[in-house]
């Protein structure tokens, strides 16, 4: 009987050393699974991150190029202003202009029939 149990006792070592085995096995399946899911999550982190940055960037354009066109449409009015202001400008010295030399006609004109009327 001792070697029977003897036989017993060294199957269930054998048994216990092949479950810890087993265990050990499983442990580190599943500690490599964890770290697949962590590098997954990161490389997921890293392109969620690089699409916000994108998304920033692509926002802080539309702004610069909003506040580019108002001030391009600013100078632009500024220009047309200042166009419009020579423009009249223009305009006034030549009414100006026409109507002192209508005056300086009429004056002559006047002279001339003062000299004929004598």
């Known amino acids: 009987q001792t070697d029977r149990q003897r036989d017993r006792e060294t199957d269930r070592q054998t048994d216990r050393e092949t479950d810890r085995q087993t265990d050990r096995q ?10 697949r899911q962590t590098d997954r999550d990161r490389q997921t982190d890293r392109e969620t991150d690089r699409q916000t940055d994108r998304q920033r960037e692509r926002q802080t354009d539309r702004q610069t190029d909003r506040q580019t066109d108002r001030q391009r449409d600013r100078q632009t009015d500024k220009q047309r202003d200042r166009q419009t202001d020579r423009q009249t400008d223009r305009q006034t010295e030549r009414q100006a202009d026409r109507q002192t030399e209508i005056q300086a006609d009429r004056q002559r004109d006047r002279q001339t029939d003062r000299q004929r009327d004598r």
């Open 26 to 35: 499983r442990d580190r399946q599943t500690d490599r699974e964890t770290d």
